[in-house]
């Protein structure tokens, strides 16, 4: 069965850099899968923020993409997001999953960041 | 920034059927992407429901069942079921400006 789960600090400051891990078991993080990012605000819908493949290959969300950045490290079996330049509108409970072909079949249990001082 | 509208909320009696619309555009559902549903139940993570326009992965119950035409797409609940009651999302690929990954609005099932 395919795992994965998110680590991180769950408070960022303003104008900060947010960062998080995502730890893939049950799947090689270099098998034919994307795996993306998926993040939720506090009692809203879900946006999808980018994903990478293997090579290194990124795809971001256009109204994020200025800010974002993917890594892949494979010797890990993980992948990262960072988000620069926060505000209190990126306070949200952020997911990671695979994404074997146009869907997120697998999910972490998600994990909250707040955007605060 | 969901491109993809439904319906906010949903009602039904056990043992009733619903459907919940999801309705995009030609750069995405119109353009022949796949639609994929999620069940998002309280305090958890999203689970895929629906693949690739009506198909169920293993262990979904045949209750659900999807469907796409044109630029809009259904789920069906059938037999309803306290179980059931979460909030449903949609979601397909977009081409508008770069490939991407949209989500619809969310529909909050309540039996």
């Known amino acids: 069965q395919v795992q994965l789960q998110e680590s991180g600090p769950g408070l960022v400051r303003p104008s900060g850099t947010l960062s998080l891990t995502c730890a893939v078991s049950?799947?090689?993080?270099?098998?034919?899968?994307?795996w993306s990012w998926v993040r939720q605000p506090p009692g809203k819908g879900l946006m999808w923020i980018g994903e990478?493949?293997?090579?290194?290959?990124?795809n971001y969300n256009p109204s994020l993409k200025s800010r974002v950045t993917i890594s892949v490290d494979k010797s890990k079996n993980q992948f990262s997001l960072k988000l620069s330049s926060v505000t209190a509108a990126d306070t949200a409970v952020y997911y990671c999953?695979?994404?074997?072909?146009?869907?997120?079949?697998?999910w972490g249990q998600g994990s909250l960041v707040t955007v605060s001082s | 920034q969901s491109v993809l509208t439904q319906p906010p909320s949903v009602s039904g009696a056990p043992g009733q059927r619903v459907t919940i619309s999801c309705t995009g555009s030609?750069?995405?559902?119109?353009?022949?992407?796949?639609v994929y549903w999620y069940q998002q139940l309280p305090g958890t993570a999203p689970k895929l429901l629906i693949s690739?326009?009506?198909n169920r992965p293993s262990g979904v119950p045949d209750r659900f069942s999807g469907s796409k035409s044109g630029i809009s797409a259904s789920l069906a609940i059938s037999g309803l079921q306290a179980e059931d009651e979460a909030d449903y999302y949609c979601?397909?690929?977009?081409?508008?400006?770069?490939?991407?990954?949209?989500f619809g609005t969310g529909t909050k099932v309540t039996v």
């Open positions: 999953a695979r994404s074997p072909g146009g869907n997120l079949d697998f």
């Open positions: 049950g799947d090689s993080i270099s098998s034919s899968n994307w």
């Open positions: 990478i493949y293997q090579s290194g290959k990124t």
């Open positions: 030609s750069s995405n559902i119109g353009a022949g992407y796949d």
């Open positions: 690739s326009d009506n």
């Open positions: 979601q397909s690929y977009d081409n508008r400006v770069s490939p991407s990954y949209v």
